[in-house]
Each structure stands twice: as structure tokens, then as C-alpha cells.
């Protein structure tokens, strides 16, 4: 039995039919996608911030690995997501270990 929100990633189609998203190509869209389905794996994790947001601690190796992208590439299609609203990104540094994952947030559409 096909269990549709585990065995595939799922587009909103608000990303094909709203103005606001008339932009994004549809590796953008995909990268959207993914992201959410990773939303829906921290929440099980427990992955909730201060403020109890879930949160992705996604590495970027991870995504272009998934994408199949260049890092470079994967940078232009988060910065068009966070430019029309659709996440949030949230740059990390710790004093001891340096720079931490970036800490994406999915907003609601």
C-alpha cells in the first residue's frame, strides 16, 4: 500500500497557481518539497526550537546529494524561497565549534 506523505514528496500546487510563486522554477519547487518533508521528520524527532518551532538542521551535502545539484545552485533556489516567503533561514555560530548547520524554518503558505 502506497503511503503518499512517506513514499513521495508533495508540491503544493498553490506553487503553480499563485502569482507570488510565478517565479520559481520547479527545482525550486521540488527543493520546497523536500524541505517540508524533512519539516515533517524533525517534528517526529521531537526538533522543536525555543519558541517550540520546528525546525530542519539540513547540510547543504545532504540536499545536493538529494537534488543532485551544485552547491552554488542549491544557494539560488533557497534564496528564492526565502525571497517569496517560504522559509526562513537562520545562519548558526558557535564561539567553540565555529559555524553550525543553518537552521531552516518551513512558513506556512
Keep these: 500500500m502506497i503511503d503518499y506523505e512517506k513514499d ?17 522554477s520547479d527545482k525550486a ?5 523536500i524541505l517540508c518533508d ?15 518551532d520546528v525546525y530542519i538542521d539540513f547540510s547543504h551535502k545532504d540536499l545536493l ?18 525571497l517569496c516567503g517560504l522559509i ?3 545562519q548558526r555560530i558557535s564561539e567553540t565549534r565555529g559555524s553550525l548547520p543553518t537552521r531552516i524554518y518551513i512558513k506556512e503558505i
Design 65 to 82: 546529494r538529494t537534488l543532485q545539484c551544485s552547491k552554488p545552485t542549491f544557494i539560488y533556489y533557497r534564496n528564492a524561497l526565502e
Design 29 to 33: 519547487r521540488f527543493t520546497y518539497a
Design 38 to 52: 524533512e519539516q515533517r521528520k524533525a517534528a517526529e524527532r521531537g526538533q522543536f526550537d525555543e519558541n517550540g
Design 8 to 24: 513521495y514528496y508533495l508540491i503544493p500546487k498553490v506553487l503553480y497557481t499563485d502569482p507570488r510563486y510565478i517565479f520559481l
Design 88 to 90: 526562513e533561514c537562520e
